[in-house]
């Protein structure tokens, strides 16, 4: 019964390519060993339908016989600097394994800023990293910001920006979505492990990166921002598609849990559109409910601004 469960789910991902073909070439077996299994007259050893599931991105939640329990991935542990590049590599086949398309829609409850957005090579940019590798760094042993050099990785960030701004997004956001990384800079600043002068660059970027939010908002018909100030955000990222979606919980700042499960998506999707019935849509608000939301942004980076240039 599984197997013909997963060769049914297999020729539904293939099309009309041979399914004889496609299992000879995953399993790297001959044709006739391939259609003695697609045929049912043998069975899959254990590995080889692992194999076939993680090759496919085929969810195992669906061959348990349970409502409670389901099949997650977890994406793989960042705790040094040097780990950066894989992170960005996975989240590149998050993208590259999905049916990118106009029916897929990206939803992200931005407790941050989405991270997508300080993928650049900018001073903000290498701030968010450091701040990432010290909240993870169990030693809490913190060098100045002036001394931290991560790898390079313009190639897969610039990479995994593109393919972000390219879909459908759905943002929601709250006046608090800023306050994170503000806090951030206030903490680093007073205690003295980050200068005067970087600290006023990293919000002179921040401020142009909240106007480009602002500019894409009202040009980019594929981009909608709601504003919501009744749930709690929670830095959750819903990737839909009528034929497999997949939902992002983080577990910490580079760690998410990935789940394909269709029952658990489909109660994910019901749960960001409630969000957004309970959400403003600043995209339809007229100009000046826009500008106010904004603005409660660009306040809170003035009010930080003026500290650090009075000290």
Known sequence: MYQDLLLRLI??????????????????ISYDAAHRRTSLKA?????????LAHYYQISLDQFLNSDHQIVVQK???VNKTEDLQSFFQNNLSVFENLPLSDDMTIYYSAKDIPFFYTLSDTLLSRFKIYVWINLLNAKQVFVPFLRFSPPSLEADT?????????QNVIELWNEMTVSS???????????????????????DELKELIQYIENKMENNPKFHLYENELMHLSNDIF?????????????NMFGYILISDEKTNIEAKNYFDHQIKNSKSLNTSGNRDRK????????????LRSRLDSI
């Open 292 to 303: 106010i939301f904004f603005n409660k942004m660009f306040d809170q980076i003035d009010r």
């Open 158 to 166: 610039k990479e995994l920006r593109k393919k972000y701004e390219e």
């Open 75 to 77: 994406t793989s542990a």
């Open 181 to 203: 990384i503000l806090q951030q800079v206030s903490f680093y600043y007073d205690t003295q492990l980050l200068l005067k002068n970087e600290a006023q660059i990293i919000l």
């Open 239 to 251: 990737f839909h598609h009528p034929q497999q979606s997949l939902f992002a919980i983080p577990i």
């Open 11 to 28: 020729r539904k991902k293939i099309g009309d390519r041979s399914l004889n073909d496609e299992i000879s070439n995953i399993l790297n």
């Open 43 to 51: 069975k899959f050893s254990f590995e080889e339908a692992l194999k």
